[in-house]
């Protein structure tokens, strides 16, 4: 199993940018879907998060400018960034609670997808 994101690039402030990080491999199935970013120096921090049935939460400091969806058919979950600023800059990663199977048994286990950067310049 594997997550594969795309999606990151430069942007000025005010700009949008649209992240989306899909689920591949032997999948029964993906539970809660989530990104995080971080910053060079500093802890990994949870963006926002999307449950199977598509309940959400949001960081206090995106609320309102991103989005958090999910596609069950490709398993994959979107990040759409509205009016991002510069402190929005980060390497941002997508994170996923999957089942997966192995043989004849289910197994459980999260997963990192690599990082894509987001610049948003002044």
């Known amino acids: 199993v594997q997550l594969q994101a795309s999606g990151g690039g430069s942007v000025q402030a005010g700009g949008s940018l649209r992240l989306s990080c899909a689920a591949f491999g032997s999948i029964f199935s993906v539970k809660d879907m989530a990104w995080y970013r971080q910053v060079t120096g500093k802890e990994r921090e949870v963006v926002a998060t999307?449950?199977?049935?598509?309940?959400?939460n949001y960081a206090d400091s995106v609320k309102g400018r991103f989005t958090i969806t999910r596609d069950n058919a490709r398993n994959a979950v979107l990040l759409q960034m509205n009016s991002l600023k510069p402190e929005d800059t980060a390497v941002y990663y997508c994170n996923a609670d999957i089942q997966y199977l192995n043989g004849d048994q289910i197994h459980e286990m999260y997963y990192w997808g690599y990082g894509t950067l987001v610049t948003v310049s002044s």
């Open positions: 999307i449950t199977s049935s598509g309940a959400t």
